[in-house]
C-alpha cells in the first residue's frame, strides 16, 4: 500500500481547488487557472493568516524566486502534474506527487482539477483565508502580482539576492509579520494587537516545535 500523502500536499490541493473552483465561475478573474497565479494567491493566503492567527494554511516552506515568494513543495507538486513530469525526489515525495497527480494536471501554464480532493482539512478560519485573498487579487493579472506586488513585500526583499547564481533562496517566515518599509501596502494591514499577538503565537509555537523536535 503507498504511503499517504503529507497533510500540507493536501491542504495545498485543496487550497488551490477552491481557487480554481471560484474562478471558473468568475468573469472577473484574470488568470485564475494560471499557476503562477495560483503560486501567489497561496502566497496572500499564508501571509493573512499568519498575520492574523500566527499560523498558515499550507504549512509549506517559502523560498525567494525571481518571481517572489513562493510556496516551494506546491509549486514543484504543480510542476510533476505536467503528463510526462517524473517525480524527483529532491523536490517532492513520492506519495505527495502521486496524490496530486490523481487530482490535477498541469497544461502548459495552466493547473486543471481532474478530480474534486475535498475541502475536510480547511478549517473554517483557512476558508476565510482563502476568500479574502482571492477577493483581494481576482482581478489581478499573474505578473502584475509576481512584479508589482510581491516584490515589495520584506520576505522577498530579504531574502532574495539577483546577484547570486542560485535561483532560489529560504525565506524566514517571520518576515511575513513585517510590513514594507516606506511603501504602501493596501493588501495585508492588521491592527497592531492582532499582529503583534499573532505574531506572539507564531514565535511560541516555533520554540514548542523546536524543543519537541516536531514540526506543529
Same mark, same amino acid.
Given at each position: 500500500m503507498s504511503a499517504q500523502p503529507s497533510i500540507s500536499a493536501i491542504k495545498s490541493a485543496q487550497a488551490v481547488n477552491f481557487f480554481l473552483q471560484q474562478s471558473a465561475s468568475d468573469p472577473r478573474s484574470i488568470d485564475g487557472?494560471? #499557476?503562477?497565479? $495560483?503560486?501567489?494567491?497561496?502566497? !496572500?493566503?499564508?501571509?493573512?493568516? *499568519?498575520?492574523?492567527?500566527?499560523?498558515?494554511?499550507?504549512?509549506?516552506? #517559502?523560498?525567494? $524566486?525571481?518571481?517572489?515568494?513562493? !510556496?516551494?513543495?506546491?509549486?514543484? *507538486?504543480?510542476?510533476?502534474?505536467?503528463?510526462?513530469?517524473?517525480?524527483?525526489?529532491?523536490?517532492?515525495?513520492?506519495?505527495?506527487?502521486?496524490?496530486w497527480k490523481e487530482h490535477f494536471e498541469t497544461q502548459d501554464y495552466a493547473l486543471v482539477t481532474i478530480s474534486d480532493p475535498g475541502s475536510d482539512y480547511l478549517s473554517p478560519a483557512d476558508i476565510l483565508m482563502l476568500e479574502t485573498a482571492y477577493n483581494l487579487f481576482r482581478e489581478t493579472g499573474r505578473f502584475e502580482t509576481v512584479n508589482n506586488i510581491s516584490h515589495i513585500y520584506p520576505e522577498w526583499e530579504k531574502a532574495f539576492k539577483p546577484s547570486q547564481a542560485q535561483r532560489s533562496f529560504r525565506i524566514n517566515p517571520v518576515d511575513f509579520f513585517d510590513d514594507p518599509k516606506g511603501k504602501h501596502d493596501p493588501y495585508f494591514q492588521v491592527d497592531p494587537e492582532t499582529l503583534e499577538a499573532a505574531r506572539y503565537f507564531f514565535n511560541e509555537r516555533q520554540e514548542l516545535s523546536k524543543s519537541l523536535r516536531i514540526a506543529l
Open positions: 487557472g494560471m #499557476y503562477l497565479k $495560483l503560486i501567489k494567491l497561496l502566497w !496572500a493566503t499564508d501571509r493573512l493568516s *499568519l498575520r492574523n492567527f500566527g499560523n498558515d494554511v499550507t504549512s509549506d516552506h #517559502y523560498s525567494a $524566486l525571481r518571481y517572489g515568494p513562493v !510556496a516551494s513543495e506546491a509549486y514543484n *507538486l504543480m510542476k510533476v502534474c505536467k503528463p510526462d513530469a517524473e517525480v524527483d525526489p529532491r523536490w517532492t515525495s513520492e506519495s505527495d506527487a502521486l496524490w
